[in-house]
Each structure stands twice: as C-alpha cells, then as structure tokens.
C-alpha cells in the first residue's frame, strides 16, 4: 500500500502560479506512473496531468496544456504539477494518485490509479 500526501495548494489570482507537491511513501516509487486529477464541486473527478514511472513521457488535458508542467523526483518519492496562468475554471480539489501498474505507461483514466491521496484545495480568483 502506497500513501500519497498532497501540498501546495491555495487562493490564487488568475494569471498566477501555483506548484504543487506529492510526496509518496510505503512502495517503491519509482516503479508506478503518477497523475493528478481535480474535482470541482458537483463534477466529476478530472484527469489533468500523467507522468511515466522514469519521467520520460508525459500527457496533460488539453484544458491545461502549456500552462500546467507534471515531474517528477524519484529520489524524493515527489511529483509535481507546476501551474502557471491560472484561471477561475481551474479552481478544484487536486489529488494525485499512482497507477495500479507498474509498466512503463502513461495512464489517464482514474481507473487506472489505485491509490489517491486527500487532496488540495486550489482556488482561483477572477
């Protein structure tokens, strides 16, 4: 079993930036692709950025495509989702998750991903 802890999340403007952390403990980190989704209040969970288990692939939503950078530091056991132009629409709970595999894909379906942290808040002002 995998915990996830989210950071990073908070009231922003829009056009502003915001980095937010994973930090990942109790499985070998490096082995699993990682993704971030979000859910706004009355929606469905989100997929919003995937990252392969070594970093070398990554797939965003095309509602935050070069705006919003996934990482990952395996030796941290951390994954990032830098986002940066920030607009009210983007304002939801993020959680990240990893993949219920341990090949060297990219995942986007929340299927996909067997275990998600709590999640963090992120809020965009107009």
């Known amino acids: 079993q995998v915990q996830l802890v989210e950071s990073g999340g908070g009231l922003v403007q829009a056009g502003g930036s915001l980095r937010l952390s994973c930090a990942a403990s109790?499985?070998?980190?490096?082995?699993?692709?990682m993704g971030w989704f979000r859910q706004a209040p009355g929606k469905e969970r989100d997929f919003v950025a995937a990252i392969t288990r070594g970093g070398g692939s990554v797939y965003y939503a095309d509602s935050v495509k070069g705006r919003f950078t996934i990482s990952r530091d395996n030796a941290k056991n951390t994954v990032y989702l830098q986002m940066n132009s920030l607009k009210p629409e983007d304002t939801a709970v993020y959680y990240c998750a990893t993949s219920r595999y341990s090949g060297s894909y990219v995942y986007t379906s929340p299927a996909d991903f067997g275990s998600w942290g709590q999640g963090t808040q992120v809020t965009v002002s107009s």
């Open positions: 109790g499985r070998t980190f490096s082995s699993y692709a």
